[in-house]
């Protein structure tokens, strides 16, 4: 069966090759060239597994607009071993075109179940003179995130 369809698909490539060789259409090749001015003031966050476990690490991929140079994100499911607080914030920076990425550790501590993880794209600027720090929130995103029970049987 397979040796009829390699068959098909070679005499169709044999008999129109012009047709194989054709230019992707243009809608596709536009996506190619530079990023129109809307998708760089885009925020968007995902997180990597959605449901991890407790005592894993997720991967953080965040989109700030381009005027950002920082992002904070923070949850109840970050939390530390022997901390009091339930709500952690890690910190991010960005490259030039808005892009960051980190793993951030799920705590063995975090309860189960869903939890939100809330991203804030920040503009810092600091005085020379006076080292005053003035914090911007350029804009904010949320993210579900849900995390499951810790199984000592998954490493069996």
């Known amino acids: 069966m397979r040796s009829v369809a390699g068959m098909a698909v070679a005499a169709v490539l044999m008999m129109c090759p012009a047709a194989a060789l054709a230019r992707p259409p243009a809608a596709t090749a536009a996506i190619r060239g530079p990023l129109p001015d809307d998708w760089k003031k885009r925020t ?43 709500y952690r914030e890690v910190g991010l920076g960005l490259s030039d075109r808005g892009l960051g990425r980190r793993g951030v550790g799920i ?32 804009s904010r995103f949320t993210a579900p995130l849900v995390v499951r029970p810790f199984r000592l049987s998954r490493f069996f």
């Open 44 to 86: 968007s966050l995902r997180i990597l597994p959605q449901w991890p476990r407790q005592n894993d690490t997720v991967r953080v991929f965040v989109h700030c607009p381009t005027t950002a140079d920082h992002a904070l994100i923070g949850s109840t499911a970050f939390t530390l071993k022997g901390s009091w607080r339930i």
């Open 107 to 138: 705590s063995y501590y975090a309860f189960p179940g869903h939890h939100l993880a809330h991203l804030k794209c920040v503009k810092v600027t600091i005085d020379e003179h006076t080292r005053i720090r003035k914090v911007r929130v350029i």
